[in-house]
Structure formats: structure tokens, C-alpha cells
């Protein structure tokens, strides 16, 4: 019996039920709507020409015979767009950094490979692209940094000079206790350098965007693909220089965000400037090699970390001095900041100190992703965990156990501040022992087996940070959004709900969830509530979806409205039925009493007396609809376990994945078959992460190497190992109905546990892996390396 099948067994109510997703039916019949869908009449396209070089000065344009080409509408350049627009805002600012204001299109310096210098909007897509093609850029290439590590060198070419002395954006300590002290006490210190590499989200849906100018009504209307419409309406207006009541972003379907559909992109802003400046609507849909080089990548990052522990192997001091890599220029939300707030992991450390350093790159630039910096981290210290249990000769299941949090000493507020608010830690590690029989894999002994592999057993354990703590928070950290989110629910005529959230559609289940909460708490039937999502001009203003904060926020919002609009629903059909309205309540379509059930009014009834204000009491409005607003009182922690099982070939450095077994905690679960397919698609993404994915660039010539979908090496379904999943159900006490987030979750286990686990496999041989990727030709090296007593191999 698989976990959401004993879920739904155990659910008392609509919430924690599998009913059929909302989403579904649209979707799984072809009929979503996606902005590429979106086909005004008269539109035209545009093409954006990129400098092909990581860091390049522009010496000339010469775009007249591209402008002359039939077809063509307008070609725009960066000293255009600069004297028409603002630059493009930062939603999340890196805190204590320099600002770097950007425009949509370069005018003078390129500081990485695929950034926009020119638009064209033609007749068709072809025309724009022949266009662009026609336009003669003289380019003077500057000297460029590609490594993190290099860029912060003495001797490194500064990128912003006009701005910055060095390419350190910012420097971020954080901490508390006396961890260099504890250091130098300890029995055993284990520490080392490890690399994460940089990744691109890849959603299924590439950006587009659709523009449309009325001039008549002063409306711009903008079909985005993005995860914020709200916040991406605030930056349209700021930079075109409109009020925010002139500007409309909708959003329907989207196909996949994962952090990388935040904000407002170039090329959302240059097609509303060429749709108002033309009057004709203006449409742009990304190709898969723009993809690559101009939407945000993510993860890369040097995390140097120590730990350090007394014979006992109580762990006394964690330090974690990490680089994270910018790219050439601040996206809307930079990059990862989570590293810093859960570094320490589910672990008792009393003295420990993070400080993240950001680096500016002449490479794409770094934005949000599923895990936000918490993968990245929960590998360097999950890796150095197993380190320090060989170098003690202790077990690595008993070592965690004896250092994690028990549930009697939650809620724990950590080295940075962050308050862990419940849970059972080592429940979920024991739980993953025992799935995969560790004991019987420890009697079997690592081997060789037959085959001649190696079998090995890996470990790993996390806490995530799921929401925000408050608006104070983010204020006091520079960011331009809430932490609250909004709704509305209006009832109709026919007996329904209709409800309107600005957080748009992308495969989280929003959909599904908020109309679970709406009917549970005011008793409608779930299929009676229809949720409009995405549309700026008819939702509340609301932040967006991200940072796992979405159900935690929206659920509270969701409780709120729908409470009140059962209350007045109450008060209405009381007075229509001559009882108190404490007497009655709301069953599917009709209104009863809880006594007496055949006294009963229709729902229906009810809502047009309220809508017309006929029939309704005295000191009664008219109207049946509600917005309510929801912050929650601090950030919820999920948490979780995983173990993998590998065999390994150590002439080769092949392994296979036999078993994976991840046990986690998002609280209270709205919809299990919906948790199911959430931590399942993120550990996909962990293991593409893990295993094969890498943006690499060429150190000579700063060009990425491997831009299209041939060479980047996204895993299939049949790449997949089997993967066995475990759930627990600690509710929150900070959180309505003591949920917490889980669309991240499954990013953070895979690279920490299969790391361990080939190194487990290896320990006769000394094998120690400190970098991702792992592939077989890493083992291999790491094998060789070993061999030759720890000389490093060329390449």
C-alpha cells in the first residue's frame, strides 16, 4: 500500500484527501492556455540579437539596412531603450551589496554571453531573426572571468568598475558563539572545499511574452509566463515609466517556473516598449539556445566548511565560508541566500559562523531555483558528516542520531536566528534505515560483490526553511514584496464560489489546494469552487509563488474568506429559515439545520438573495463576496531523511543507484497525491543536479560549452533510479492548519546521499568525492587520485 493511499485512509476531512486536481482536466485534454497560445489580432514578433562574447565593449551599431528590410517595424538599440525606460528593478536585493542598474538592452558594455543589445519586431518571427542578422555590431572584446574562485583574485578584471572596486558584491557574516575557539579544542576537525555546479531550471515552457497597447484606455496588457504577475505589473510600470493602474499582466498557464520565471526580464520589457511605441501587439517566445544564455541559471557555488567534534563525537563547531556566483549582472532575485540560514542542518551546534561572499562573473546570471542555496549547502556538511564518522570510527546513522535535535528541544533557534518550530528528525533517519535494512547491508559487508562492485550505503539529513518569517523580515533585508498573500471569494448565482488569487498556475497544485481549504472551511462542495488565477486586473495584490510560501500564506488567507463568507451565508438563510445561525450549517449545495436536516434552503437561493440584496435582513449588505489578507506569524521548517543504496565498479567508476528511500515532513498534507508528484518531480531536479547536469564554460574563451539541449544532459524518466518515498505529519504551530511547504523539498537529499554512498562504497580505497556533478568519470578520477596518494590527474 503506497503512502497516499494510507493517507487517504486516515483522512477525517476534505483536507488530506487525493480528490482530482483542479488543473487536471484542461491540461490532460490539450485545452491549457499557455502565452504562447495567446494570438491577437495584427501582432507581430520580435527578435533579440545577443553579444556573443562574455565581456565586450560596443564600439558601433549599424542597424539602417536591417531597419529597411520589408517586414520589419522598429529596431531598437540600448541608447534608445535607455533614453525611453528605467532600469530593471531587483525584487530581492543582495544585502549591503552595490547597486548595478541594468537596462533591457546593453549600450556600452556586455558583461556576459547571450545579453540582449538589440530588438527587432517584424511581420513574422522569421523576418525579425533575418533582421538581426543583418544588424553590423562592432564588439571590442574586454579581458572576462568565468570562476567564481578567480573573479575575487587581486588580479581578476573588474566587471562594474563604475561601481565596484573588485568583483566582491557583498560579504554577508552571520552567527553567533565562539566556533575558532571550539575549533581549536576539538579531538577531530574535518573540512574541505566543495564545488556545486552551475545548472539551468529548465522548465518544459521556455519565457514568453505577449504585449498589447491600447492607447485609447492608456493599457498595457501583458501575457507573461511568470510566477509573480504582481510583482512583474510593479517593475513594468517602474520602468516604462506608467502607473501601476495602466499596466495588466495576465497569466495562464505556465509551464514549469522553478525560481526562474521571478521577475521581469529583458525581453518582457522590450516588448511592451515596441507594442506601446507601435500600437500593435508584440509577441516573443524564447528558443532553447536564448534559454540557455539568457534566463537565469543557478546553484553554482565553493562552499568551504569545517566541523568540528570531541572524542565522543558531539559536534562542537560548524563554520561555512561560501562563494556564491552572481553572474555578470543582478537578476530579479540574485543569488541563493537559504545556504546561510540552514547550514548548520537538524544538527545541536550551539557555536557556528556562515559568510556568504557573492562574485561577479562574465557568465549568465544567477537567479532563484527550487532549494534556493539549500541543496548546495546540505551537501558540503552531509558529506563532512560521513568524513568526521570514519575519521572516529563511528557509525554514520548513530553519529546524526546523537547529534540531532530531539523533538523535546523544538522549537531551537540556530547559529543565524532561525527558529526550527517542531518536529521529529531522527524519526524520519530511522525510518529510511530501516526501509533499506541497513543493518543487513552493514552484515553483508561492502563487498566485492560477484559482479566485482562495491556496495554502498549513504546518508543524509536537512531542514528546509519553507515561507517567510514577516514583512519585517524582508524589509530589513531590502526586498520589494510582502510576505502575505491575498484572496478574494465572490459567490455566484448557480450555488458556486468563485475564487481569484494573483498566484499563477504552474504544476504546484494551487489550484487544487486553495479550493480544498474554500470548501472544507465553509462546506461548499470542492466541486462547486473555481479558482481564477493569475490575472492582475481581477485579483488582489499578493507577492506570487515562490519559497515554498505559497499554501503557508494562501492557506491563511483562503481560512479567513471563506469563514466570513459562511458566516454571512449563515446569518441570511437563518433569517430564511426562522433559526439561530448557530443551529445551521453549510452541506454541499444546500444550507440545513444540523438538527433537523429537511430544513433546508438551497445554496443557490441563498447567494442571489445576497447578490440582488432582496430577502436578505435588514442590517444585512448586500453582496456575498470577500477579501481577506493572510501573514503568517514566522517561516515554517520541513525537514527530512534520505538514504541510497549504490554498487560500484572501481576499475571504472560506473555505479548504479539500487535504491533510494526518502522519508520528509511538510506538515499537515492538504492533497498526498499532490505532495506525491511535488517531492518526486524536485528529486528529479536533485538528480539531474547529482548526476549529469552542468553548464561548463571554456576558461580561455569564457563561451559556454554545452548551450542546447544535445549537450546538457537533463535526466529522462527512464534515467531515474526507483525511488521509494515516506511521509510524516508533524503539524506546525505557526501555520494554518499546520501545513508547511513542500514544492522544494526533494531538491536537497540526492547529491549528498549519493556521494556518501559511493564514497561508503569506496572507503577500502580512500575515495572522497567534493563536487557536483558526479559522474562516473569524477569516480574514476577520485579513484585514481586515491591511488596515487592524493595527487591530483590532469583534466
Not at 450555488?495 to 481569484?500: A, K, P, S, T, V
Not at 504546484?508 to 472544507?520: K, L, P, R
Not at 463568507?565 to 445551521?584: Q, Y
Request: hydrophobic residues 40%.
Amino acid at each position: 500500500m503506497s503512502s497516499v493511499e494510507v493517507a487517504e485512509q486516515q483522512a477525517p476531512s476534505l483536507i488530506g484527501s487525493s480528490v482530482p486536481r483542479k488543473e487536471d482536466d484542461r491540461l490532460l485534454q490539450g485545452d491549457g492556455r499557455f502565452t504562447d497560445d495567446v494570438e491577437p489580432a495584427r501582432s507581430l514578433h520580435m527578435a533579440v540579437g545577443r553579444c556573443p562574447f562574455p565581456h565586450a565593449r560596443i564600439e558601433s551599431i549599424e542597424a539602417a539596412e536591417a531597419a529597411a528590410m520589408p517586414g520589419v517595424h522598429q529596431v531598437l538599440t540600448g541608447v534608445e531603450v535607455e533614453a525611453r525606460t528605467e532600469p530593471i528593478s531587483v525584487l530581492r536585493p543582495v544585502p549591503g551589496a552595490a547597486d548595478l542598474p541594468f537596462y533591457a538592452l546593453a549600450s556600452e558594455v556586455c558583461v556576459f554571453e547571450g545579453q540582449p543589445v538589440v530588438s527587432v519586431v517584424a511581420e513574422s518571427r522569421q523576418l525579425a531573426e533575418d533582421a538581426v542578422e543583418a544588424i553590423w555590431i562592432d564588439y571590442e572584446p574586454l579581458a572576462h572571468v568565468s570562476d567564481p574562485i578567480a573573479a575575487l583574485a587581486p588580479e581578476a578584471p573588474v566587471l562594474h568598475p563604475e561601481r565596484m572596486d573588485s568583483n566582491l558584491l557583498a560579504s554577508n557574516p552571520q552567527g553567533r558563539g565562539e566556533p575558532e575557539k571550539r575549533l581549536a579544542e576539538a579531538v577531530v576537525v574535518v573540512e574541505d572545499s566543495f564545488r556545486i555546479g552551475r545548472v539551468s531550471p529548465l522548465p518544459m515552457e521556455p519565457r514568453a511574452v505577449v504585449a498589447e497597447w491600447r492607447p485609447g484606455a492608456r493599457e498595457l496588457i501583458a501575457h507573461v509566463s511568470t510566477q509573480v504577475p504582481h510583482l512583474v505589473r510593479m517593475q513594468l510600470a517602474e520602468s516604462l515609466r506608467l502607473g501601476e493602474s495602466e499596466v495588466r499582466v495576465v497569466t495562464g498557464d505556465v509551464g514549469g517556473g522553478f525560481g526562474l520565471k521571478l521577475g521581469l526580464y529583458p525581453e518582457d520589457l522590450l516588448a511592451c516598449l515596441h507594442a506601446i511605441e507601435l500600437r500593435r501587439p508584440v509577441k516573443w517566445t524564447e528558443d532553447r539556445v536564448e534559454h540557455f544564455r539568457a534566463s537565469t541559471h543557478a546553484r553554482e557555488a565553493v562552499h568551504d566548511f569545517r566541523i568540528a567534534a570531541d572524542a565522543e563525537g558531539r559536534f562542537l563547531a560548524m563554520t561555512d565560508t561560501y562563494v556564491t556566483d552572481l553572474g555578470g549582472q543582478n537578476s530579479p532575485f540574485g543569488s541563493a541566500q537559504l545556504s546561510s540560514i540552514v547550514f548548520t542542518g537538524p544538527y545541536r551546534v550551539e557555536d557556528a559562523t556562515v559568510e556568504r561572499r557573492v562574485a561577479v562573473t562574465n557568465k549568465t546570471p544567477i537567479g532563484a531555483y527550487r532549494g534556493y542555496g539549500q541543496p548546495e549547502v546540505n551537501f558540503a556538511r552531509e558529506l563532512l558528516v560521513d568524513r568526521l564518522a570514519r575519521r572516529l570510527g563511528r557509525d554514520p546513522l548513530e553519529l546524526r542520531l546523537q547529534n540531532m535535535l530531539s523533538e523535546e528541544e523544538l522549537p531551537w533557534k540556530n547559529a543565524v536566528g532561525a527558529l526550527y518550530d517542531s518536529g521529529d528528525y531522527g524519526r524520519c533517519l530511522r525510518m529510511v534505515a530501516e526501509r533499506i535494512d541497513y543493518g543487513g547491508l552493514r552484515a553483508a559487508g561492502r563487498g566485492p560483490r560477484p559482479d566485482g562492485r562495491y556496495v554502498g550505503v549513504g546518508f543524509t539529513s536537512f531542514v528546509e526553511r519553507t515561507g517567510y518569517a514577516s514583512a519585517r523580515f524582508l524589509a530589513n533585508r531590502g526586498s520589494r514584496f510582502g510576505a502575505h498573500e491575498s484572496v478574494t471569494l465572490r459567490a455566484n448565482r448557480s450555488g458556486g464560489i468563485d475564487l481569484y488569487t494573483g498566484v499563477s498556475t504552474f504544476g504546484q497544485s494551487n489550484e487544487t489546494a486553495f479550493a480544498q481549504i474554500c470548501a472544507e472551511v465553509h462546506g461548499i462542495d470542492y466541486a462547486a469552487v473555481r479558482v481564477h488565477a493569475g490575472d492582475t486586473g481581477a485579483t488582489p495584490l499578493n507577492t506570487g509563488a515562490f519559497a515554498s510560501r505559497t499554501l503557508i500564506a494562501g492557506s491563511g488567507a483562503v481560512r479567513e474568506a471563506a469563514a466570513a463568507l459562511r458566516a454571512k451565508t449563515l446569518r441570511i438563510a437563518a433569517a430564511r429559515l426562522e433559526l439561530e445561525p448557530d443551529a445551521l450549517e453549510i452541506a454541499g449545495d444546500v444550507v440545513r439545520c444540523r438538527e433537523q436536516p429537511q430544513r433546508a434552503i438551497g445554496l443557490a437561493e441563498i447567494h442571489v438573495a445576497a447578490i440582488t440584496g432582496q430577502g436578505i435582513p435588514g442590517d444585512e449588505e448586500p453582496g456575498l463576496e470577500v477579501t481577506a489578507h493572510f501573514e503568517p506569524s514566522a517561516a515554517a521548517f520541513a525537514y527530512g531523511s534520505a538514504a541510497a543504496v549504490v554498487a560500484v565498479d572501481a576499475e571504472t567508476g560506473e555505479f548504479e543507484i539500487e535504491r533510494f528511500v526518502m522519508a520528509h515532513d511538510s506538515g499537515r498534507i492538504v492533497n498526498p497525491r499532490a505532495v506525491e508528484g511535488q517531492v518526486r518531480g524536485a528529486l528529479a531536479q536533485g538528480f539531474g543536479a547529482a548526476l549529469s547536469e552542468e553548464l561548463r564554460y571554456e576558461e580561455d574563451s569564457g563561451q559556454l560549452l554545452n548551450g542546447t539541449m544535445l549537450d546538457y544532459f537533463v535526466p529522462t524518466a527512464s534515467d531515474l533510479p526507483p525511488i521509494e518515498l515516506l511521509h510524516t505529519e508533524v503539524p506546525s504551530p505557526v501555520t494554518p492548519f499546520g501545513v508547511r511547504g513542500v514544492g522544494e523539498t526533494g531538491t536537497i537529499p540526492p547529491g549528498a546521499s549519493i556521494a556518501n554512498a559511493v564514497c561508503d562504497a569506496l572507503a577500502e580505497f580512500g575515495v572522497e568525492i567534493s563536487s557536483l556533478p558526479i559522474t562516473p568519470e569524477r569516480v574514476w578520477r577520485a579513484l585514481r587520485e586515491a591511488s596515487n596518494g592524493g595527487e591530483g590527474l590532469e583534466g
